[in-house]
């Protein structure tokens, strides 16, 4: 089975021919490490399976680095704000390592939505898990100190630390790799 199928099985059953027109309206993309799957001023409008690798969600304010998230394999994501409204994003979606996603573009979504009421609930969803994701890094960030955030990194995201750089996971943290390099050093 397609690992997207999979993926969306775990959330509801997709029967033919939902699952194949689904399934075919994908575009299978690499991506260097350091290529853009979405730039900074451009309006999201896919949303993407990771088969292999590690894409970061991040924006810059003031030649600061802010990331909002990491996507590694098995997930199927978009840059929220952007895909729903259409305006462009302040988001950049970046490969951290090479990447092969899959891609599924909205017009596409649309249409499957509007023909199958399962595919509808599948990124009906996707957008609630992604509300209660931001939410829950919202509410992290605001009523969380550095120390707490890191624990936290590190009971629910631990294996990343062995993909991603030190200022990248301070970037995620909002402190700086001075601030980073305290905290684990008193771990």
């Known amino acids: 089975m397609h ?15 939902a699952r194949d027109e689904f399934l075919g309206a994908f575009v299978r993309q690499e991506f ?12 999201s409008q896919h949303y993407h399976f990771i088969e292999q690798g590690l894409v970061k969600s ?4 003031e030649d600061k680095e802010f990331i909002m998230n990491f996507f590694k394999e098995n997930i199927l994501f ?27 573009a909205r ?12 595919v509808e609930t599948l990124f009906k969803q996707l957008l609630a898990f992604a509300s209660v994701g931001m939410m829950k890094r919202i ?15 590190l009971r629910e995201r631990g294996p990343l630390l062995q ?17 980073l390099s305290r905290i684990r050093a008193g771990q």
Do not use: W
């Open 3 to 17: 690992p997207v199928l999979a993926y969306a099985d775990r959330i509801v059953k997709l029967q033919a021919p």
């Open 32 to 43: 260097a490490k350091g290529s853009r799957l979405l730039r900074a001023g451009q309006a």
């Open 107 to 118: 017009p596409d979504i649309e249409r499957l939505c509007r023909e199958h009421h399962a």
């Open 163 to 179: 993909r991603i750089s030190l200022g990248d996971l301070a970037a995620y943290l909002g402190i700086t790799q001075v601030s």
């Open 58 to 61: 991040s924006f810059y304010k």
């Open 78 to 104: 978009t840059e929220v704000n952007s895909y729903l409204t259409s305006a462009p994003s302040k988001y950049q979606l970046l490969a951290l390592e090479p990447t092969i996603v899959h891609s599924i």
């Open 139 to 153: 509410s992290e960030m605001l009523e969380e100190n550095a120390t707490t955030r890191y624990q936290l990194f």
